[in-house]
């Protein structure tokens, strides 16, 4: 598949402090989540950002879109999102959704934080990663930045294989992501500008863990 918008992609090795999820807020609902901490391999901490100029949404705005909608910006022929508790309505703490993807990926996710500019997922049992995803967005010099920022292992040992020995889960989930800001600068009324950014920091697994 070809790509016409320009990827900029920088890599480096991580650390435990550095690069650990957040920790989830008290009275979050910690029942069923898939830690990072639970997961197998290498800890990835992954940020996409795009910049967005001239939007004609403000970033409240356009969190207020995305969240309300989010298959509007999903690349739905890889995956959908289904919401399963939680009102529709919006977006509220404690919503859960299943994302059906292609083969048997589906993966259930919950909503723990809601702010004016941001929502984060984490996952729950059986999905093909542990850990959490934030989305967010903010002012600019010239207009928006949206970021997908991301804190992740896989979930199993066979999740492991296809991401990290054969790539394939890899390489999907880089098209959708990228995809997925695409879509949301377009949601935006913006144009982006500089292409997309993509920051991986790569936490080996422990070897009291392999």
């Given at each position: ?148 920022e991301s804190w992740a292992r ?57």
């Amino acid at each position: 598949m070809w790509r016409t918008t320009p990827m900029h992609r920088r890599e480096e090795i991580g650390t435990v402090d550095a690069d650990a999820p957040p920790a989830l807020r008290p009275g979050v609902s910690r029942e069923e989540v898939q830690h990072a901490s639970d997961g197998v391999g290498p800890l990835f901490h992954r940020r996409y950002a795009a910049q967005i100029r001239a939007p004609r949404l403000t970033a409240e705005e356009l969190i207020e879109k995305v969240s309300s909608d989010l298959n509007a910006v999903t690349p739905t022929e890889f995956a959908v999102f289904q919401k399963v508790h939680g009102a529709d309505d919006g977006m509220r703490v404690g919503d859960e959704y299943v994302v059906r993807m292609a083969a048997p990926w589906d993966g259930p996710v919950r909503v723990i934080e809601v702010t004016p500019r941001s929502f984060r997922f984490a996952t729950l049992d059986g999905h093909l990663e542990a850990g959490q995803i934030e989305f967010r967005a903010s002012p600019a010099s010239e207009g928006l930045r949206f970021e997908i920022e991301s804190w992740a292992r896989s979930g199993d040992r066979l999740s492991n294989l296809l991401y990290h020995k054969l790539r394939m889960a890899k390489e999907i989930q880089l098209h959708m992501w990228t995809s997925f800001l695409e879509r949301v600068v377009k949601a935006s009324g913006g144009r982006m500008t500089g292409g997309i950014e993509i920051h991986t920091r790569r936490v080996e697994e422990r070897a009291d863990e392999a």
